[in-house]
């Protein structure tokens, strides 16, 4: 249990390892990246839902200022840390904060097999998408949050791969989603070179 983190909930869900670039304009988030920069501390970014804040969520470390505003505003790059379970919310502050315990993965390495799969998938996607795949900076125990958080995947699948506390269970989820969603998006970039061809397939 640490104390008190604080929390800026996001519509996004933000994995160990993966930097989430940030612009900070409302007054109670400057306030708390302020504390955060003069304290050396990270706070916890966590996805809104339709009933308030998600679970589960992963701290973010400061690794950049990029532009102080004469207002006070700020462009910041962080970079997701360790994940974290909220146990209590508390309002005490004009940002929310939680009582957080930190979410370590279960011991286990997954399958030389899975982990091939998943980079080729992962590579077949961005080809679809005009992109390269660059995995120089992919530390390989957390391969499936390096691989999933490059792409603009549905945040209910992230949310859950999240969660998850094993990387071979990780791994297996992220596999059988880029096989569902591969043939569906190779479809519609078929369609869409057709359509800018006026219909004539050579």
């Not at 939680?98 to 992962?122: F, N, Y």
């Not at 999240?162 to 569902?180: C, V, W």
């Amino acid at each position: 249990m640490e104390s008190l983190l604080p929390l800026f909930p996001l519509d996004v869900v933000l994995f160990p390892g993966t930097p989430l670039p940030l612009h900070i304009f409302e007054p109670r988030y400057k306030e708390m990246i302020a504390e955060c920069l003069a304290e050396h501390r990270n706070f916890g970014v966590v996805r809104t839902v339709e009933k308030g804040i998600a679970d589960v969520g992963c701290t973010a470390e400061i690794t950049t200022v990029v532009k102080e505003y004469a207002d006070g505003r700020l462009d910041l790059v962080t970079e997701g840390r360790r994940r974290f379970e909220i146990v209590r919310v508390s309002q005490e502050r004009t940002f929310l904060q939680a009582e957080v315990l930190m979410i370590d993965d279960e011991p286990g390495a997954p399958p030389k097999e899975d982990s091939a799969r998943a980079i080729q998938l992962h590579s077949e996607l961005l080809a679809i998408a005009g992109a390269k795949q660059d995995l120089s900076v992919a530390d390989a125990s957390l391969l499936s949050f390096y691989l999933a958080g490059s792409l603009p995947l549905d945040l209910d699948f992230k949310q859950r791969l999240l969660a998850l506390r094993s990387e071979p269970a990780r791994l297996s989820e992220l596999i059988g989603y880029f096989e569902t969603i591969i043939p569906n998006l190779r479809r519609a970039a078929s369609a869409r070179q057709k359509a800018g061809g006026n219909g004539h397939v050579p």
